[in-house]
Structures are given as structure tokens and as C-alpha cells.
């Protein structure tokens, strides 16, 4: 009994301390899961800050972007305004010029007529008599004003569409090659070209290969062909080069001269 009672004393404190030690392990358990608890609540919490942050980031770099594209804008904006400025300005002198113009459009335009109907078969020299004849009589017999150095080129000229003559289909820098082409742009009747240069030639097959291509054709004036292609070109709004035509004219291309149409309900109709 008495061994046993000794073994108990020696074995209490130990048993004690193991008590002891249970609870602080028991109590550190419970502080380690709180701990756990929180850091898991501040890893939630950093996670959403990161998404904030990224989230802030992205709309940082699309601030800057339209930032960016706005000062562009502002800059276009501002080159727009100077330039309508400056417009404003140019459209204030062209009112005024156009009103001083209209002065002479009647007889600008009878000069124009004039030469588009008339001028046609003669060189430049003779055009400048007629010129200087119809300038006169104009002015003298109906009182008409006429603009200084009037011509046809001033009058109906489009200096954009020349120019685009004279660099895609070779057309000579020169008035009366300028004024030729006028005439054959805006003629409503088949031109004949008196032609030993070739120049008109090449000028409207340029033209015609590079603008009509399948709807461009020359021929012959000797080509067995020549009539029913002439049908099909008229028919079909085809341009047709007749070369080497003779100082006279078959009769049965005199419908086409002259021309004899006649209106068979909304059609019209070539003899």
C-alpha cells in the first residue's frame, strides 16, 4: 500500500502538468482555428482587393486610351474650325465673284454655244477671228456683257476633269487641243476629226480602252462589218471609231448624220 501511495504522490504532479498541458493545447487549438478563421477572412479580403485593383487598372488604361483619342479628336476639331474659318472667308470671296460673274453668263455662254456649234472644223487661228466677231457683235446688238480673254475653255472648261485628261489619256497641254476635247465631250452629234497627227486618236482610244473596255471599239470605214456594228453601237451606247473615212459618206449612214429620229411611244427611234 504503502509503494502504491508513493507512486501516486510521484505520479500527481505529472498527471497535473498533463492536465495542464491538455488545456493550453485545447485553448491553442481553439486560438490556432480562430486564427485560421481570420486569415482565411483576410485572404477573401485580398482577393476582392486584387480584383478591385485590376478592375481599376483596366479603367485607368481605358481613361488614358480615351484621353488620348479625345486630345486627337480636340486637335481635329480644332484644324476643322480653323479650316471652315478659313473657308468661310474663301466662300465670302467666291459669293462675290460669282455674283460679279453673273454679269457676263449670258453672254459668256453665247460665246461657248457659239464655238461648241460652230468653231469645231476650223484651227486655232480662225476660232480667235470668229471670237473677236462674235464678242463684237454681241456687245454692239444686244448690249450683252462678255468677260476679258473669254473662251471656251474659261466657260465650260472643268480644270479637274482636264487635268485628268492630260495625265491619264495623254491629251497635248496646248488650248486648242484642250478645247477640242471639249467640244468632243460635250457634243450630242458624232464628231468627225480631221486627224493627221493622230493625236484626237489616241486621245479618245485611251479614253475608251481604259474607261468602256467591252464597250469600246475600232474599226475600218472598208470593214464589211462596219453597218451592223454601227446598229449594235448605237443599240448598246457603244463608243465606235470609224478610221479612214473618205471626204464622202455612204447614203445609208445619212440617218445617222443628219440624224433622222423619229418617237415611237416613250423610244426613240433612228431611221
Known amino acids: ?39 482565411d477572412e483576410c485572404e ?13 487598372l483596366k479603367k485607368k488604361e481605358e481613361t488614358q486610351v480615351n484621353l488620348e483619342l479625345n486630345k486627337q479628336r480636340l486637335v481635329r476639331a480644332n484644324k476643322l474650325l480653323s479650316g471652315l474659318k478659313d473657308e468661310k472667308s474663301r466662300w465670302g470671296e467666291e459669293v462675290v465673284r460669282m455674283a460679279e460673274e453673273s454679269k457676263y453668263l449670258i453672254g ?37 456683257l462678255i468677260s476679258e480673254n473669254v473662251n471656251l475653255i474659261k466657260v465650260i472648261g472643268n480644270k479637274v476633269r482636264i487635268e485628268n485628261w492630260k495625265a491619264l489619256f495623254n491629251l497635248p497641254n496646248d488650248d486648242f487641243s484642250i478645247e477640242n476635247a471639249i467640244i468632243l465631250d460635250h457634243t450630242s452629234r458624232w464628231p468627225l476629226c480631221i486627224d493627221p497627227q493622230n493625236q484626237a486618236s489616241a486621245f479618245i482610244k485611251k479614253q475608251g480602252f481604259d474607261l468602256k ?50 418617237i415611237k411611244g416613250k423610244t426613240k427611234i433612228l431611221k
Open 44 to 56: 477573401k479580403k485580398c482577393s476582392k482587393l486584387q480584383r478591385e485593383a485590376e478592375e481599376c
Open 108 to 144: 459668256n455662254c453665247m460665246i461657248a454655244a457659239g464655238m461648241m456649234s460652230y468653231g469645231g472644223p476650223f484651227d486655232s487661228t480662225y476660232r480667235k477671228k470668229l471670237l473677236d466677231v462674235w464678242v463684237e457683235s454681241i456687245q454692239n446688238n444686244f448690249k450683252f
Open 1 to 39: 500500500m504503502r509503494s502504491i501511495y508513493l507512486t501516486n504522490v510521484k505520479l500527481a504532479p505529472i498527471l497535473q502538468k498533463l492536465t495542464d498541458g491538455e488545456k493550453k493545447l485545447q485553448d491553442g487549438q481553439t486560438q490556432l482555428d480562430k486564427l485560421n478563421r481570420e486569415k
Open 213 to 262: 473596255k467591252d464597250l469600246f471599239k475600232v474599226m475600218k470605214a472598208t470593214d464589211e462589218k462596219l453597218t451592223s456594228e454601227i446598229e449594235m453601237s448605237i443599240k448598246f451606247g457603244k463608243w465606235l471609231i470609224i478610221e479612214n473615212m473618205n471626204e464622202k459618206v455612204s447614203s445609208e449612214f445619212e440617218s445617222i448624220l443628219t440624224p433622222q429620229i423619229r
